[in-house]
């Protein structure tokens, strides 16, 4: 499996962006899709994850109500919909396949087998 981050940039305080990530080869392995981000000097962090075959979802509190994500199957995508940007949100952002089929949200990063290359998110005025 591979996979493919995109749609990072430079955003203001309050903008939104949207992310994503293109999942190719064995996406059959893959039971749920996370979005982790890791800030210079700080650990790695999940914030968002989506069952990949009945959509469920779950968030970390620091970004629940002002980011989405979601996915399209047919496409083998997953999103992340980011809005009320704030400059604590500055981080590179990941995304991540676990292909363990769990009954809850994993939470550790070692948990996740499959990861995108990163991209920047830069919230600044």
């Known amino acids: 499996v591979q996979l493919q981050a995109s749609g990072g940039g430079l955003v203001q305080p309050g903008g939104s962006l949207k992310l994503s990530c293109a999942a190719s080869?064995?996406?059959?392995?893959?039971?749920?899709m996370g979005w982790f981000r890791q800030a210079p000097g700080k650990e790695r962090e999940i914030i968002a994850s989506?069952?990949?075959?009945?959509?469920?979802?779950d968030y970390a509190d620091s970004v629940k109500g002002r980011f989405t994500i979601s996915s399209d199957n047919a496409k083998d995508t997953v999103y992340l919909q980011m809005s009320s940007l704030k400059p604590e949100d500055t981080a590179v952002y990941y995304c991540?396949?676990?292909?363990?089929?769990?009954?809850?949200?994993?939470?550790?990063?070692?948990?996740?087998?499959?990861w995108g290359q990163g991209t920047q998110v830069t919230v600044s005025s």
């Open positions: 080869g064995s996406t059959s392995n893959i039971y749920t």
């Open positions: 989506i069952k990949w075959r009945n959509g469920r979802t």
């Open positions: 991540a396949g676990d292909r363990v089929r769990r009954m809850y949200f994993a939470r550790l990063s070692s948990s996740f087998d499959y």
